[in-house]
């Protein structure tokens, strides 16, 4: 018998599983999922603040409603679109679906708006 001490027999490494990164990978992936299933708008913090501070308020029927209509502009090829609302005006990324931001209607009315190649009129 040999008993001869290899190199490789002294260190051996110490194995780590891979499942904690692969959970994450999951989460993630379970998130975009969901977020895809529910069409959900994104409110960037810009547009958030813009609305606090005009106390201006959106029932989810009518964020169902432009959700809907943002689907459609995205798959027409609108990149920004001027979301118009009897209360309320917004800018919308379609691709990103995130509200870009949010003006009183009152307000929308003496404004000039750049960079947006569609336009949305909701009527409820």
Do not use: C
């Not at 977020?35 to 964020?63: G, P, Y």
């Not at 009897?86 to 708006?113: G, H, W, Y």
């Amino acid at each position: 018998m040999s008993e001869r001490i290899h190199a490789h027999q002294m260190y051996q490494p110490i194995l780590y599983p891979k499942h904690s990164k692969q959970k994450e990978i999951n989460q993630s992936f379970k998130s975009l999922f969901n977020k895809e299933l529910t069409n959900q708008i994104t409110v960037s913090k810009h547009a958030q603040k813009r609305l606090q501070d005009r106390n201006i308020t959106i029932s989810e029927f009518s964020w169902n409603k432009i959700s809907e209509k943002i689907v459609e502009a995205g798959q027409k090829g609108i990149k920004d679109s001027l979301v118009i609302m009897k209360d309320v005006t917004l800018v919308v990324n379609a691709p990103n679906q995130t509200v870009i931001t949010a003006l009183d209607r009152n307000e929308s009315t003496s404004q000039i708006f750049t960079n947006i190649n569609g336009a949305i009129v909701i009527d409820e």
